[in-house]
């Protein structure tokens, strides 16, 4: 089975500052997707950015980029340049090629000080 | 274009009692699921759709039932609610394996 690890519950940082929010996940697929969710206080799920498997390159999104490293099954999230609106529980999701459905972390709570 | 509809938003319910949570997507998604979200244990994915008529169990199906009688809608349904169902419910769709799911807003339950 399917399995996403979030290791650190919360974090902080300082506004302008950037942020690396860590993700493991276990799989034997070799075809795969990866995707790192927003819940603001809101409690809407907000999709963030998303990875292939099968590409080398990270993907990114304006502050927001990835270091996926498929050997060591690890999909980290970089902000770069925190605002205060990016205070939220943030979630990597994974899914395979095949199947429907997501396999989500337990998530990281990103506090944004002044 | 609405995107994915939950109702209601929040409910209060007492044991035993039965309702049903809808979900539609105006998006023509063939993918459809329900997750239920606890504290410090993410989201769980309770049933999932890959097509109308078509509907599978995911992790924590048991007292939830659901069907897709068409594309757009997939209501999940609490048979006989326990104090262990108070969570948070998402709905979500997406078009294809390939991309991310699109969420519904969320309905907060709270069985007394």
């Known amino acids: 089975a399917q399995t996403v690890t979030q290791s650190q519950p919360e974090m902080s940082v300082q506004e302008a500052e950037t942020v690396t929010l860590s993700c493991t996940y276990d799989?034997?697929?070799?075809?795969?997707?990866l995707f790192w969710y927003k819940q603001p206080p809101s409690r809407q799920m907000i999709l963030v950015i998303r990875?292939?498997?099968?590409?080398?390159q990270n993907a990114t999104e304006n502050r927001f980029s990835v270091n996926f490293q498929k050997a060591a099954k690890s999909f980290s999230l970089k902000i770069s340049d925190s605002q205060l609106g990016d205070a939220a529980m943030y979630f990597c999701?994974?899914?395979?090629?095949?199947?429907?459905?997501?396999?989500f972390g337990t998530g990281t709570r990103l506090q944004v000080t002044l | 274009n609405a995107g994915v509809t939950q109702t209601p938003k929040f409910q209060v319910l007492k044991t035993g009692q039965s309702m049903t949570l809808q979900c539609a997507q105006d998006?023509?998604?063939?993918?459809m699921s329900w997750y239920r979200q606890d504290p410090g244990m993410g989201l769980r994915l309770i049933h999932y759709?890959?097509?109308?008529?078509?509907?599978d169990q995911g992790e924590v199906p048991n007292g939830y039932n659901v069907s897709r009688s068409t594309t757009e809608d997939f209501p999940l349904r609490l048979l006989s609610a326990a104090p262990s169902q108070t969570s948070v419910y998402f709905c979500?769709?997406?078009?294809?394996?390939?991309?991310?799911?699109?969420f519904g807003s969320g309905t907060r339950l709270t069985v007394v």
């Open positions: 979500a769709s997406s078009y294809s394996n390939l991309y991310g799911y699109t």
């Open positions: 799989t034997s697929e070799s075809d795969y997707y």
């Open positions: 990875q292939e498997a099968y590409k080398q």
């Open positions: 999701a994974y899914r395979t090629g095949t199947a429907s459905k997501l396999t």
């Open positions: 998006m023509n998604h063939e993918y």
């Open positions: 759709s890959v097509g109308a008529g078509i509907t």
